[in-house]
């Protein structure tokens, strides 16, 4: 048993969960503007009832990003009619509000995603990286060789980076299982930021040889962008061509 709201949040996707419940509230005014005076509950009964109503069993859609629930059974709405029988057509409609208010917020919540993927292109290694003045390299593999990032060739990069393919059970493979002696993606960086609203909470590995950057995401998704020119000053003054 879970709620819909199982999600990280981010700034743009907020506004469509406040929206959500936005919805919710004038839905609930309305019923009880329109309830007669004699019969209508509390504004607090109200409003638990409309939150004992959202609780319901789930079905989980595992193949959005972040991962979603829909609800299918009302347990929220059981549990109320077995605790205000007496009065069930006194709840009724709160009850039944609150189990609707999980399909008004997975609504918004999916608007919510689909504006983000709009807003905030996954194609774009700008969108995980937009500061990057405050950065700075760290060898994490004893098999790389002493760098510093050049800032410069560094921002320049980001603008023209290009989204490609990887190996990932190879990946896997040589970070996890240790099957390779030379690690790939031997640097990882610090005092990066992602675009101010993404959410995007993000590590970002550069590749041996200066071209290519690993981005792994808060929900473990990957992204794998490459340059033409290394952004990487090596050990002696030269850079890794």
């Known amino acids: 048993m879970e709620f819909n709201l199982n999600i990280h949040l981010n700034g743009l996707e907020m506004i469509f969960v406040l929206l959500g419940w936005g919805i919710v509230f004038f839905f609930f005014y309305r019923i ?3 309830q007669e005076k004699d019969i209508r509950p509390k504004l607090w009964k109200g409003i638990l009832a409309i939150i004992i109503g959202l ?13 979603i629930s829909i609800a299918i059974l009302p347990l929220g709405v059981w549990i ?26 997975l609504a918004t919540t999916l608007i919510g995603i689909f504006f983000h993927g709009i807003i905030y292109p996954k194609d774009q290694a700008a969108t995980f ?3 990057a003045e405050n950065a700075s390299l760290h060898i994490i593999h004893p098999s790389a060789q002493k760098a510093v990032l050049n800032h410069e060739a560094f921002e320049q990069a980001l603008d023209i980076m290009q989204k490609s393919e990887i190996d990932t059970q190879r990946l896997y493979n040589s970070i996890v299982l240790k099957e390779e002696k ?21 590590q970002v590995f550069v590749e041996r040889d200066g071209k290519g950057v690993l981005i792994t995401s808060d929900n473990q998704r990957q992204y794998y962008f490459r340059s033409e020119q290394s952004f990487l000053k090596m ?4 850079t890794d061509e």
């Open 182 to 202: 030379v690690e790939r993606f031997p640097y990882i960086l610090s005092g990066t930021k992602s675009q101010i609203g993404s959410g995007l909470d993000t």
């Open 32 to 34: 009880y503007k329109n």
């Open 129 to 131: 990286i937009s500061e």
């Open 80 to 105: 109320l009619y077995a605790l205000r029988k007496g009065k069930w057509e006194v709840y009724r409609k709160y009850a039944w509000l609150g189990f609707g208010a999980n399909y008004i917020l």
């Open 235 to 238: 050990e002696g003054g030269g």
């Open 55 to 67: 609780f319901a069993f789930t079905f989980p859609l595992t193949f959005f990003q972040p991962p």
